[in-house]
C-alpha cells in the first residue's frame, strides 16, 4: 500500500493523557465511495445497540499505555482509485515482510488458534466483503510482555465479548522498529452473515482501554517514578521540536512585555533546564534574542511562526520527495512556491503529482507543477478532499493553480446566523431558532467555537454560551488566511498528457494554446515551456490529416468551427467506447432531463466530466460532481441544470423507488 511506510511510525510521545470533555459521537469521515454518509452517522449516534458499547468499569489508576491505530477500508473505495483485492494482498504480504520478525527473519501471521495462519487465505475471504479494519496495537513495554501473541489473542476475546460476535482476523508480531507492536487484520463481517460496523467511540476509546486493562494485568501499574523520568524525557524531546510545544506556553505565561528572566522560570528540575535549551532553539532559529546572561525576548506572534517554520520545513521534504519522484531532471533552482508570487498569480502546466505534507494522508497535499514558464511550481492544498477532480489522473495532466482568498466555512456562517441577535452563540439557542438541526450538528459549530476560544477571537462564560466579537467574520478571515493555512485552487484544464493530445481527436489545451496570444507569451525557452512549443507543429499534422485546417504561408488556418467539428468527433469517439465496453445504448443528457440509475463511474473528455450512470441497457451521461463520488455504485435520482445535475441517493430514494414498484404492481396496501 501506497502509506505503508508509515504504518510502522510508533515513536510518538505517549505523553501526558488527555482528559477530554464529555461529548457526542464524532461524525464518520467522508468516504469517496460506499454507503450513505447521514444514513451511518445516524447508525453511529442512535441511542440503542452497538452505540451503548463503553467499559464496565472504571480504568485503573496509572494503567500501563497503549497506542492504538485503526483504520476502515471501504473495497468500494479502493475499487473506485484503480484499486482491487491485490490491495489488501500487497497490505498482507507487508505485513508477513522479511526482517520484522523477532529474530530478524520473515514474519508469519496467527490468527486465534494456530501461529502460522495463511494470509492468502483470509485475503479470499475478504474479497466479497464491504470493508475491513486495519489495526495497529502497540504497548509502550511491548518487549516486556511474555507473548505478544497471547496478549493479541487476550484482546480480541474482550473485543468479540464488547460487540457480541465472532471476529475472522490475523495479525503479526513486529519488532523491527524501536517498541515492539501487533498488525491486526478484521473482516468486515459479523458471524451471522452482516456488516461489522464498530462505533467510532469504541474504536477511539475503548479498544484501546481494552488493550491497557491486558497489559496492565501482566506488568502491573505504571511507578510514580517511571512517570517523573517520561516528563523529563518529554520535557528534553519538546525543547527541540520545530513546533508550538508546552515548552512555548509555559514560556509566554512567564513573559513580561515578551521578556523573560530565567530567575522567573518555574524551579523544578525537569522543566528548568528543558527551558533553558528552548530558548537556545529559538534563538536558533531567529525567535528569540538574548539580551543579557538571565534576560530573552521572545519574537511577537511566537505560535504563529513555529508553525510556518515547521511548515516550511515540512514543506520543503515534501517537495523533494516530488522532484525525487520525477525522472525528468528538474533542478531544485526551479523550484517556486505559488504563495510565495503575486496573490493573482496563475499557473498553468504540467501535473507533476501530489505529496502529503504530513504523515496524515488526507491532510494537507502539496501539488506539484512543471510550469508553461519553465519552473516547477509548488502549491498548498489544505485538504485531500479538495482535489476530488484529480482523482484517477495519471501525471502529465494540464492544470491551473491560482491562490484562493480565504473564506468563511460553511459553520462559521451559521454561527453569525444564530449569534446575529445577540452576538451570542449556545446550543440553546441554536436548538430554538432551527428545531431541525440534529444534536450532532449543534456540537460540530460548538467544537469551532471551543478551538476559536483557544485562538483568543471568542470567549466562553462558564454557563456554556460564546460571546462574539463584533468583527467575528474578520478576525475568523485572518485566522484563515496565515501562512501555514492558505490553500491552493486546483483546475483541470486536460486530462490528457501534452504527448497523447497531439493526436487526439477533440479539443485539447494545445488548441486553446496555439491561438491565446497571451498564453503563447508565457511559454518559456526550457523544460514544459519548450516541449509545449513543439508539440503545436505536430498537432498541426493531425489538425490537417483530419481536414479541420492548412498550412498558408508557414501559419496554420483553421476551418470555420474547428472546435466543434473536434467535440463532434469525441463525443461519437467515447459514446461509441462506452457501447462497445457495455452493450448498452449511451447518450448525454441535456438540460431539464430526469436521470435515474446507478452511478458506476465517472468518464473524462477534454473539457468536461461525466457521471455514468447505468439503467437497464440504457446509459446516460449526466454532469460529474465532486459530491457525486460518495454514491458510487448507487441508486441516484435528478435533473440536469446545465453543466450541473442536482441529485439525491440513499436509502429514503431507495424506499421511494421501492415503493413505486409495489405501486405498479398493485402491491402496496
Not at 470 to 495: F, H, I, N, T
Not at 540 to 563: H, N, W, Y
Request: glycine content about 8%; proline content about 4%.
Amino acid at each position: 500500500m501506497a502509506n505503508d511506510h508509515f504504518e510502522d511510525k510508533l515513536e510518538g510521545d505517549f505523553g501526558r493523557r488527555r482528559v477530554l470533555p464529555p461529548r457526542g459521537p464524532l461524525l464518520p469521515g467522508i468516504s469517496v465511495a460506499g454507503g450513505s454518509k447521514r444514513a451511518r452517522t445516524a447508525w453511529f449516534s442512535r441511542p440503542r445497540g452497538a452505540g451503548t458499547l463503553r467499559l464496565k468499569t472504571p480504568r485503573v489508576a496509572f494503567s500501563q499505555r497503549v497506542i492504538v491505530k485503526a483504520r476502515v477500508v471501504v473495497h468500494a473505495a479502493v475499487a473506485a482509485k484503480g484499486g482491487s483485492a491485490g490491495a489488501l494482498m500487497r497490505h498482507a504480504l507487508y505485513v508477513e515482510r522479511d526482517g520484522a520478525d523477532r529474530d530478524g527473519g520473515a514474519v508469519k501471521v496467527f490468527d486465534r488458534e494456530v501461529d502460522e495462519a495463511q494470509g492468502a487465505a483470509f485475503v479470499e475471504r475478504c474479497v466479497d466483503d464491504r470493508h475491513h479494519f486495519r489495526i495497529i496495537v502497540s504497548p509502550e513495554y511491548g518487549g516486556d510482555l511474555q507473548c505478544l501473541k497471547t496478549y493479541t489473542r487476550d484482546l480480541m476475546d474482550r473485543v468479540e465479548t464488547d460487540l457480541k460476535t465472532q471476529i475472522d482476523w490475523i495479525a503479526a508480531e513486529h519488532h523491527d522498529t524501536g517498541r515492539p507492536h501487533v498488525h491486526l487484520l478484521m473482516r468486515g463481517v459479523r458471524d451471522d452473515g452482516r456488516d461489522l460496523v464498530i462505533p467510532r467511540d469504541y474504536i477511539s476509546h475503548t479498544f484501546r482501554h481494552r488493550a491497557e486493562e491486558i497489559a496492565t494485568r501482566e506488568l502491573g501499574p505504571r511507578l510514580e517514578t517511571t512517570l517523573s523520568h517520561e516528563l523529563d524525557r518529554r520535557s528534553e524531546r519538546a525543547a527541540t521540536l520545530e513546533r508550538p510545544t508546552h515548552l512555548d506556553g509555559i514560556l509566554q505565561d512567564h513573559a513580561r512585555a515578551h521578556v523573560v528572566r530565567i530567575g522567573d522560570l518555574p524551579a523544578a528540575p525537569h522543566l528548568r533546564g528543558p527551558l533553558v535549551q528552548r530558548l537556545n532553539r529559538l534563538a536558533d532559529w531567529g525567535l528569540a534574542n538574548r539580551e543579557s546572561a538571565d534576560r530573552w525576548r521572545l519574537a511577537l506572534g511566537l505560535e504563529d511562526r513555529l508553525l510556518r517554520l515547521r511548515d516550511t520545513r515540512e514543506r520543503a521534504h515534501a517537495a523533494l520527495r516530488l522532484l525525487a519522484r520525477e525522472d525528468r531532471g528538474l533542478e531544485p533552482a526551479r523550484m517556486r512556491a505559488l504563495e510565495d508570487a503575486h496573490s493573482s498569480h496563475r499557473v498553468v502546466g504540467r501535473l507533476v503529482g501530489l505529496q502529503p505534507i504530513r504523515d496524515d494522508g488526507r491532510g494537507p497535499q502539496l501539488i506539484g507543477v512543471e510550469g508553461v514558464d519553465g519552473r516547477f511550481w509548488t502549491a498548498r492544498v489544505a485538504q485531500l478532499e479538495d482535489l476530488r477532480e484529480l482523482n484517477g489522473l495519471t501525471p502529465g495532466a494540464i492544470v491551473a493553480v491560482h491562490c484562493r482568498a480565504p473564506a468563511l466555512k460553511r459553520s462559521d456562517r451559521t454561527i453569525l446566523e444564530v449569534a446575529h441577535e445577540t452576538s451570542t452563540y449556545s446550543a440553546a439557542l441554536h436548538r430554538t431558532l432551527v428545531p431541525s438541526d440534529r444534536s450532532i450538528y449543534i456540537q460540530m459549530h460548538e467544537r469551532r467555537l471551543e478551538a476559536l476560544s483557544r485562538k483568543g477571537v471568542v470567549r466562553r462564560t462558564a454557563d456554556g454560551v460564546f460571546h462574539l466579537p463584533q468583527d467575528y467574520a474578520d478576525q475568523v478571515l485572518a485566522l484563515e488566511g496565515k501562512d501555514s493555512r492558505l490553500s491552493a485552487a486546483v483546475e483541470l484544464l486536460d486530462p490528457h498528457p501534452l504527448a497523447a493530445q497531439i493526436d487526439y481527436r477533440g479539443p485539447t489545451w494545445l488548441d486553446q494554446l496555439a491561438f491565446d496570444a497571451a498564453g503563447k507569451n508565457q511559454l518559456g525557452a526550457v523544460a514544459f515551456g519548450k516541449e509545449s512549443a513543439d508539440a503545436w507543429p505536430r498537432r498541426v499534422d493531425t489538425l490537417e490529416a483530419l481536414g479541420l485546417g492548412q498550412r498558408i504561408d508557414g501559419a496554420f488556418s483553421p476551418t470555420p468551427g474547428f472546435k466543434r467539428a473536434l467535440r463532434d468527433m469525441e463525443r461519437t469517439d467515447f459514446l461509441t467506447r462506452i457501447e462497445r465496453e457495455t452493450g448498452a445504448i449511451a447518450y448525454i443528457a441535456r438540460h431539464g432531463d430526469l436521470v435515474e440509475g446507478v452511478f458506476e463511474r465517472r468518464i473524462r473528455v477534454a473539457e468536461r466530466t461525466y457521471a455514468l450512470i447505468a439503467q437497464e441497457g440504457v446509459i446516460a451521461l449526466a454532469p460529474w460532481r465532486p459530491a457525486m463520488d460518495r454514491a458510487l455504485n448507487q441508486l441516484v435520482s435528478g435533473r440536469v441544470n446545465g453543466r450541473n445535475f442536482d441529485f439525491r441517493y440513499g436509502r429514503k430514494l431507495e424506499r421511494s423507488a421501492a415503493k413505486s414498484l409495489m405501486r405498479g404492481l398493485g402491491l402496496e396496501p
